[in-house]
């Protein structure tokens, strides 16, 4: 049995508030990234940046969180997952602040600030998932899809947020800063619902806080890695290349190619909200395996069939690639006293897709057309089907969806 540090569950009112946390928690993650991320033409006009310089500057968030992710594990067990958010939060609410003066003021004020914005929302990123199976595991059924549906939704009201700022004359600084203050106030407030993500054994004993250094050299939660890292780039090379390959290779306008990356991300989102019954009937291994199929079917058709296939075969990739990650997740904190190391690692291990995942379509891409490098995508998805067995909980974990 899993309790608390009360050593007892908690009851089904603190379980909701936990849930309801941890919803703010990826929303609020979403939005400040999105916001952010909205208003790059804006600095990058404002400080006179050519395409290199803007990449090497945007580098400085990759950076951060190749840093934070694999510390996260580390600074969880000594802080629990809901101080970890409350601290990274505030830490990426002041660098937003960073971020705000140094888009009018300068370049080297503006990596700073980049830079512990991935640090800090890569130490919040596991710390959210973390919370998200502890609450998973209470509620006894499979939700950890839905959280993940959150951080889309949050990215959605970022972006939405920036276009009407530069509709309406705002400034980036004042922009940046007024997201600062709401995510400084909002998301501290919303985690103090959290519960304990402490394991303790039925003799009341606490369990001893797994290592993240004994995580990484454990072969499930590389196999886990490596589901999660398949599903990462799928979802990574849609959201660099999806709107390229519409507009360059299948000829569309380029109205026509962001309605085809909206219709992905849309896909992905309705996917996340309602996946977590297909896992509760039919189990992790099997779901997974069908959607990484589906989204193979998908790619297919984005890169062999006409235009208007491609806008079918968009939706299909959405929807197939939408739960590998939240499911990793899931599965990497089966064990609640490893979890916090275990997420650190998957979730390293996943995000290496993220910044691998653009330069090599795009060299591929140099070579053989945006469209047909992405066949790369069906190549990974194909191996995570092989290796999904890996997702299924290991004997004697409990209170785990399967």
Known sequence: MTTTDARRAPGPAQVEAAKRGVYVAFVGAGFAFASWASRIPQVRDRLELDPAALGLILLAIAAGSVIGLPLAGTVIARLGSRRTVVVMS????ASLGVVAVGSVTGVAVLVAGLFVMGLSNG???VAMNVQGAVVERHLGRATMSRFHAGFSLGTVAGALLGAAMVHLGVGVPAHLAGVAVLIAVLVPVAVRGFVSD?????????????SALTAWREPRTWLIGVVVLAFSFAEGTANDWLGVALIDD??????AGTLGFA???TAMT????????LLDRYGRVQVIRLLAGLA???LLLFVLGSPELAFVGALLWGAGASLGFPTGMSAAADEPAAAAARVSVVASIGYCAFLAGPPLIGLLGQQVTVLRALTVVAVLLGIAALVAGALKPPAGATGTPV
């Not at 402490?198 to 797994?210: F, L, M, N, S, T």
């Not at 299948?250 to 109205?255: K, L, N, Y």
């Not at 309705?270 to 019954?277: M, S």
Request: charged content about 20%.
């Open 90 to 93: 505030l830490v990426l609410a």
């Open 270 to 277: 309705v996917a996340r909200w309602f996946g977590g019954g």
């Open 263 to 265: 219709l992905f991300l």
């Open 198 to 210: 402490v394991h303790v054994y039925d003799d009341g004993v606490p369990a001893e806080k797994g």
């Open 250 to 255: 299948h000829g569309t306008s380029e109205t």
């Open 123 to 125: 130490a919040w990123d």
């Open 296 to 298: 193979v079917v998908g």
